[in-house]
């Protein structure tokens, strides 16, 4: 289990023309993501929670300290899924810290019967099981100048139940998803700061910081069939 160095992280919600914005005054200061196909990868995420689901109302209940687990997957344009990885998320505030371990995971097929899958659940909890899947499509940038500062615009937010996997892995996911219509996430990692410039920008494109989580959203749209409020989860 490697453990990735704490890291600031903090969301904001864009609409298509404030993303495009965006990416035009990071391009001043930033490169692309090298991955990816025209700039964008995909992304699928399984998260895992207790039977009693305390890692979601964890989130929604605005709890200091939470975490959540999930398995993380990747793709480029129309190719297999690859770097599969059990992720442990925590975060305090602002504050990220992950563990994460790369597992043998040939497909999405059947991944409830991996052993090192499960064998991995355990270190974080006694008893956890699969509650959805998370899917969207990434564009990123970097800082070549501030190590560790990067900025992620999250499309096409879609999410459904991970027993589906088993049957249509091979499918195109988007086509299987429930499309909740969300405005375009826009994530800002660092381990420092944020440039003061890119601050007044956001003020400028009356863009603000908000308490959101995709995985909160997809359990209140999965479970519970409501959209929740941009405030009630991380």
């Known amino acids: ?18 993303a495009i914005e965006l990416e035009r005054i990071i391009g001043r200061f930033c490169v692309p993501d090298q991955n990816g196909v025209d700039g964008f990868y995909d992304i699928l995420s399984i998260y895992f929670d207790t039977p009693d689901l305390k890692f979601y109302h964890d989130k929604i209940n605005g709890e200091f300290n939470k975490k ?6 990747y793709r480029a344009g129309k190719g297999n899924w690859h770097s599969f990885a059990l992720e442990q998320k925590r975060r305090s505030g602002n504050l990220v810290s992950k563990s994460r371990k790369n597992l043998s995971l040939p497909n999405l097929k059947n991944f409830t019967e991996n052993r090192d899958l ?11 099981q699969p509650v959805t899947t998370v899917f969207y499509r990434r564009k990123a940038w970097i800082s070549p100048e501030n190590f560790g500062l990067r900025f992620t ?3 096409e937010f879609a999410s ?3 027993q589906l996997l088993n049957n249509f892995a091979d499918v195109d996911l988007p086509t299987l ?4 219509n969300q405005p375009i996430i826009f994530e800002i990692k660092s381990y420092t700061g944020i440039p003061q410039s890119l601050w007044q920008s956001l003020r400028n494109l009356q863009i603000e910081q908000i308490s959101y989580s ?5 359990v ?3 479970f519970f069939q409501s959209r929740p409020s941009f405030s009630s989860s991380w």
């Open 153 to 155: 615009f999250d499309h």
């Open 160 to 162: 459904f139940s991970p």
């Open 1 to 18: 289990m490697s453990r990735i160095k704490p890291y600031y992280e903090l969301k904001f919600l864009t609409t298509l023309k404030q």
């Open 118 to 128: 499960n064998e991995s659940l355990k270190q974080f909890a006694a008893l956890l």
């Open 68 to 73: 959540k687990v999930r398995l993380r997957a």
């Open 214 to 218: 995709k995985y909160a959203t997809a």
């Open 177 to 180: 998803a429930i499309l909740h």
């Open 220 to 222: 209140q749209h999965q």
